[in-house]
Structures are given as C-alpha cells and as structure tokens.
C-alpha cells in the first residue's frame, strides 16, 4: 500500500458517521375501489361493513378493494319473536362471526339453513348472524327490485342472497373461522369507515 493511499484510508477512518436511525414501518391505507362479485375470491383479512340504513353490505379486502351486496336487516319496530318482545332494528356494532349452525327452519334460514352467529366485541354470543331467507326473490325482489327501504324485514339479522353467503362463509373459513363485522347506521364516507375499522380506533359504539 502507498503512502498516499494509507494516508487517504486515515482520513476517511477517522470521518464520524452518523448514527443509524430506525426507520419507523407505515402501512398503506385502504383506498376504496368498487369491483364486481366476478372472479372475488376470499382473501385473509377480509371484513365485512354493513350499512344498516341503506341495506348494503360491502365485503372489503385490506387494500380497499370491494364489493358492494344487498342486504335485509331487521323491522324498525317493536316485534314479538322466539318468546321475548323486543325493537327488531339490526344493532349498530362491531361484531365478530365465530360460529356457524345449521338450523332446521328452513323457511326463516333458507334452504341450506346456515346461521353464522355474531358474537358482540367478538366475546358475547348473541342472537344475530347473518343468514338466507327462503327464496331470494321474496326478501330482494326479482333482480334486486326491492328498495333498500323495502328490505328492512329481518327479525334483526343480516339477510343475504344464498351466492353470498356461500361468499361470507368462504371468507369466514378462509380467515380461521373468525370474520370481522361492523354494523353502522349511514355510511357518509366509505372510506373513514374502513380505516377506523381496520385501525381498530372507532370507539364501540
């Protein structure tokens, strides 16, 4: 080695560097984007939205991919049913969907009879699920007809079409058997709604 290249190889030994800083990891947030229930396909992360005021539903991958369905929720009104009064209105929470039964009523449950039941902070079993109905066409109408006005018919479940709950229950199956749900009351901004709900940073409400 010359001397020059030595002394060179000093003088950059003896330049302080600076210290490594750790640069904190961002995570993407979901942008909304509207595709059709062609070629979805279940992904893990997957969670459901349901507006309760419009009855739809919106199935959402983690980057904000979506596909919007119709829904029926329960009767704005007070009902008598499975031996208790109570208001039938769908509650507005966040839920999570852990179990799946089969039901022998297959008029209120549809053909397959599936009941996938919503558990309340993802803890507390309850009464609600989503579920079918016995024929399509006589909760959504012939190819949707019904208003979503005209679909608050359920005694407080979610109703949906018998292709879309094989979809839902797919999704359940693919993420472990543990689906996340959120039932709100109007949905003005899509997409603050997801991002509260995939932060997990909206109070229960």
Same mark, same amino acid.
């Given at each position: 080695?010359?001397?020059?290249?030595?002394? $060179?190889?000093?003088?950059?030994?003896?330049?302080?560097?600076?210290? =490594?800083?750790?640069?904190?990891?961002? *995570?993407?947030?979901?942008?909304?984007?509207?595709?059709?229930?062609?070629?979805?396909?279940? +992904?893990?992360?997957?969670?459901?939205?349901?507006?309760?005021?419009?009855?739809?539903?919106?199935?959402?991958?983690?980057?904000?991919?979506?596909?919007?369905?119709?829904?029926?929720?329960?009767?704005?009104? *007070?009902?008598?049913?499975?031996?208790?009064?109570?208001?039938?209105? %769908?509650?507005?929470?966040?839920?999570?969907?852990?179990? $799946?039964?089969?039901?022998?009523?297959?008029?209120?449950?549809?053909?397959?009879?599936? *009941?996938?039941?919503?558990?309340?902070?993802?803890? %507390?079993? %309850?009464?609600?699920?989503?579920?079918?109905?016995?024929?399509?066409?006589?909760?959504?109408? +012939?190819?949707?007809?019904?208003?979503? +006005?005209?679909?608050?018919?359920?005694?407080?479940?979610?109703?949906?079409?018998?292709?879309?709950?094989?979809?839902?229950?797919?999704?359940?199956?693919?993420?472990? +058997?543990?689906?996340?749900?959120?039932?709100?009351?109007?949905?003005?901004?899509?997409?603050?709604?997801?991002?509260?709900? %995939? =932060?997990?940073?909206?109070?229960?409400?």
């Amino acid at each position: 080695m010359s001397t020059i290249t030595a002394s $060179l190889l000093a003088i950059i030994m003896s330049v302080p560097t600076a210290p =490594q800083v750790a640069v904190p990891v961002t *995570f993407s947030e979901p942008v909304p984007y509207e595709v059709s229930a062609v070629g979805w396909v279940p +992904e893990f992360g997957d969670k459901v939205i349901v507006d309760t005021e419009n009855n739809e539903g919106f199935l959402m991958h983690t980057d904000g991919t979506y596909m919007r369905f119709p829904v029926a929720t329960g009767q704005r009104r *007070f009902v008598y049913y499975i031996g208790r009064s109570y208001h039938a209105a %769908t509650p507005n929470w966040y839920w999570v969907a852990r179990s $799946l039964h089969i039901k022998g009523d297959r008029v209120t449950f549809g053909p397959s009879g599936r *009941f996938l039941r919503l558990y309340k902070d993802g803890e %507390t079993n %309850t009464a609600y699920g989503f579920h079918e109905y016995r024929t399509d066409e006589e909760m959504f109408g +012939e190819n949707d007809s019904f208003l979503p +006005e005209e679909r608050f018919e359920s005694m407080g479940c979610i109703i949906v079409k018998h292709e879309m709950m094989d979809l839902i229950v797919a999704t359940w199956e693919k993420n472990s +058997e543990v689906l996340e749900v959120h039932t709100q009351f109007g949905i003005d901004d899509l997409r603050s709604v997801m991002l509260a709900f %995939t =932060q997990e940073e909206t109070e229960k409400l």
